[in-house]
């Protein structure tokens, strides 16, 4: 399984960012996935996943913010990122919400600067 993700860029607080995660191969419709993120000096934490029939669960750091969602038929998934603050910045990542994972993608950066 590859994973590609790409929508990343610099944004000014307040701003929205659209991100998209690409999985080859067909096993994404069988698994749950989810957007991790990873800022400097942190751990690779979980913001966003969505279950194979659409279910959505946040952190509390993005709820109200962020919505994920999914195309089964493009083997894709999104994140709608709005009223990004700075604290926002990291490099983003789609994976599978629970091992076991696959391998990890190169991520796409999100930067929230004035």
């Known amino acids: 399984v590859q994973l590609v993700e790409s929508g990343g860029g610099l944004v000014q607080p307040g701003g929205s960012l659209r991100l998209s995660c690409a999985v080859s191969?067909?096993?994404?419709?069988?698994?749950?996935v989810g957007w991790y993120r990873q800022a400097p000096g942190k751990q690779r934490e979980l913001v966003a996943r969505?279950?194979?029939?659409?279910?959505?669960g946040y952190a509390d750091t993005v709820q109200g913010r962020f919505t994920i969602s999914r195309n089964n038929a493009k083997n894709t998934v999104y994140l709608q990122m709005n009223s990004l603050k700075t604290e926002d910045t990291a490099v983003y990542y789609c994976?599978?919400?629970?091992?076991?994972?696959?391998?990890w993608g190169q991520g796409t950066q999100v930067t929230v600067s004035s």
């Open positions: 969505i279950s194979t029939g659409g279910s959505t």
């Open positions: 994976n599978t919400q629970t091992a076991p994972f696959w391998t």
């Open positions: 191969g067909s096993i994404f419709s069988v698994r749950a």
